[in-house]
Each structure stands twice: as C-alpha cells, then as structure tokens.
C-alpha cells in the first residue's frame, strides 16, 4: 500500500508542482500519461517468459537455462527507445513482461513505486543468493523503511583507479594498492602527488572534465530522506579538486578513448586514471608493452561505486504469471555475471595478485546516496553543465557552486513534497 502512495505521491509532485520546476513535464507529456496507442494483444503462454531489456547480455547464459527449464520459452525484447516510459505504461495497462531489465541510471524512476514484486517475500527467500551480493548495492533497492526490495543487481562495474606502479616506485609514492589507496584518499596529498609528476612530464588525470564524470557515472546526489548531498563528502571535496586541476594546470587535457588518450599513456605521460572495471581488458590492448606496470585500485577521496551508465539491474513484474519461473531465470543470469568477480584469476599484466579482491572492495563500502524520483532531473541539469564546460566554459567551484545552487532552487518544491510524504507516517505513529 505505501509503495502504491509514494507512485500515487510522485504523479501528484509532477502535476502539482511542476510549475516550480522547470525540468518537471506536464502530466501530458510526462512518462505517466497511457498513450492512446494500438497495443498488441498477447496471450502469455503458461511455458514462456517474457524479459524487457535495453541491451541484451544474456547470449552466454541462456543456454545453461534453456538446458536447466527445456520446457519453457524465453522471449526476450530488446527496447532501445523511450524505456522508461514504456516501462511505467505496462504496469498501467498491465500489458506487461515477466521480467525488467533497468539501466542503473534510470533506477530512480522506479524507486517506491508498485509495479514490481517485492522480493522480501518468502517465495524470494534465498539466503545464500543475497549473502553473495554486496550489502551495498542491495541497499539501493531498499524502499527507506526496508520492508520492500524492488529489484537486484545484474551487471555492474566497479569504478577503480588504474596506475603505473613503476612510475610511482621512480618518485617514491606508496605503489602497493592498499597503501596507495589510503594515500589518494587525502586531497592534500593526490594535489602535491599530481603537482610533483607533472614537473616530471607526468600526470594522473585525463582532465577535470573526468574527475566530474566519476562522480556523475557512480553517485546517487540524494540520500534515503532526499538531501541533496552534493555539498557533503566525498562529493565536495571532489569538486574542489576538479577546480584545483584547473587552476594549477595539472591535467593534459585528454581523453583514454581517443588516440591522443591512447599516445599519452604510450608515451608514459598519463600514468594514473579513473575508469570502469570493464577497462582491464582495453588497457591490455592499448598499451601490451607495459605489461606487469599497472596496478589498481579504490577511488581517490573516499569515493565509490558502480558505472551507472553500463551497469543494470533486474525486477519481476507483479503481473507476470510465472513469477517462480522468473525468479529462477533472475538468478542464473545475476549468477552468472557474478562470477566475472568471483572468478577472475590473476592477470600478469597488473601487478595486484587478486583483482577481484580490489573489486570486491569497491563494491562494499558504503556510499550515501540512493536512487530518487528526482535523479533525471537532476542528471538533465548536469548535462547541460557539462556541455558547457566541454565547450570551454572552465571548471571552477564557483560554477560547480552555481549549477547545485540551480538544481536545488528547482527541486526545492519537488524535493520538500517527498520529504513530507516520508515524514508523514513516523508524524502518525508518533500520534497514536
């Protein structure tokens, strides 16, 4: 029942409150609205299952399914277009799939919402299959009075910290990944670290441009009451430091993708980076020669968390009609990505022993924020910033100061409705 609140509360935020914000639709033109639209009428057969997804990963996994349930039929329809919006008109029309698969970056839309099985209910009770999954990340599929899971996680990427170890032995900087880490956590410290290598035609990041996209791909900017938490840490300190790269000119000013990205790291210019877990493999390719000279690690500033933006989680529709069916298929699939960290075996071309341990530890600590009905507003707001600081605006902490100013003056009606509906109940418990 609350959970079908909170949807109901959310549609009333857009309606009544829309004029405040100028990043809100019209319930018209909003994701809410049932189309007037030709649906296809189809009969769900008792031995099939049918999975939504944006991007289709499970190629490799389906046969051991298929093997493992030879009765039953997987359709699985791939939607490149308008997903959340197709997502929220099927739990309206109830013209729903079995399963969904949902981009990391659009969780916040289906955060408190019904539409979705709550996987606290016994028939989902797996011990041993949540014990595997980092407390952290089930964390964000938790409604704030932890009485319902929407979701689990699928696929996800650590964001880590690549380095060459040898270039850091040269200076004498802490080179072993734990050591290194708690070194990179003091701002004070990577500023001197990157001061110190640039003297010596070293860097250790791509561009300021870089150090905001790590925070942008990996944080939720509201905790479980809705406080915007971007000037609390380590999300502050972060942006200051993206301000210092500017103003002492300690970044070259590119990109890893590219082949001036590509000839820095080649040429021993770029010797430190943030990036995905899934970079591991592309770093190999790109520099063979430095093979046994780069080591990973956390994130600097006491940051985490997994690549919003390729990474994906999975939930059981509440009208499906095989939900123990589903539930079985959720499993093996998120199974069988988790092996890519329980599994991985050590590499010769890192340095570190146990790669999986570094992710492991990525994946574990505790971060802040969570997924919010606000985070595509906020992330529009973001992306407008960003393509002005691409376009040569430069990177201060006033303009950083000035775009979470704007954001918060536009969610402030928003953001102090939903505050409401969540204080409202502990107001009536209190009461009684």
Known sequence: MKSIRLWIATAGIILLVGCHSSS???????????????????????????????DNIFEKSLPGFLEMYPEIEVDIQVIKENIIQKYRQSMLTEQAPDLYVIPDYALGEFTGISGFENLYEERYNDEGFFARRPESLLNRYIDEDSDKMFAIPLLYFPYVTYYREDILNLYGYPSDPRQLSQYLNDDEKWLNMARNLKENGHYIVESEHSLLNMVLRTSYFFDEEYKYL??????ETTFQVASDVVSNDLSPYINIWDERGKEALQNDELVMFQMASYVVDHLKNWVPEQKGKWGVTALPFQLAGVDMEASMSIAISENSNQKEMAWAFAKKMADDMQNMYEKVEHDPFYINKDLNQIFELALHKKVPGKPQPLDQDIQFIWDVAMKDFYDGKTVTIEAIDSINADIKERIKYDQRALQNFIEAPNQKDTAE
């Not at 809100?24 to 189809?42: C, G």
């Not at 971007?230 to 999300?235: Q, Y």
């Open 230 to 235: 971007a000037n609390e840490e380590p999300l």
């Open 24 to 54: 809100f639709k019209s319930f018209q033109e909003s994701s809410l609205r049932i189309e007037s639209v030709e649906m296809e009428e189809e009969v769900e057969q008792d031995d099939e299952l049918v999975i939504w997804t944006h």
